[in-house]
């Protein structure tokens, strides 16, 4: 019976953990500002075999509070639909200059 508590005990710590944790990322990339989207959308065109692009990877994956940067989001999430990532980069050249186009906007914009 003792067994059966801890380990239900312990389940129990591990999720909510967890699930703190997934709410912090997620409150902490909703404050995504300019800089962060900039530096992102860099990450992901680095020319660099060793990034393994977690930056562009939390970037992608959690919305942001700020309509503009939101919108420069999904459409990045187009781009990255559109040109499929092949086994020598993570998006062709074509994609890599509409994701510099929309990086040149997002410096631009007030």
Same mark, same amino acid.
């Given at each position: ?16 953990f967890?699930a ?16 962060d ?17 977690d930056?562009f ?18 459409r990045? &999430? /187009? #781009? ?7 086994? @020598?980069? $993570? ?5 890599? &200059? /509409? #994701? ?7 410096? @631009?914009? $007030?």
């Amino acid at each position: 019976m003792n067994t059966i508590f801890v380990v239900c005990l312990i389940l129990v710590v591990f999720i909510v953990f967890f699930a703190w944790a997934s709410n912090q990322a997620k409150a902490k990339h909703a404050k995504f500002d300019k800089s962060d989207v900039l530096s992102a959308l860099k990450n992901l065109i680095a020319d660099d075999s060793t990034n393994n692009h977690d930056e562009f990877d939390m970037f992608i994956s959690w919305p942001i509070n700020d309509s503009y940067l939101e919108s420069i989001r999904k459409r990045t &999430r /187009e #781009i990255i639909a559109k040109y499929k990532p092949t086994a @020598n980069c $993570a998006i062709p050249a074509a994609g890599i &200059r /509409e #994701i510099e186009e929309l990086m040149i906007e997002v410096q @631009n914009h $007030a």
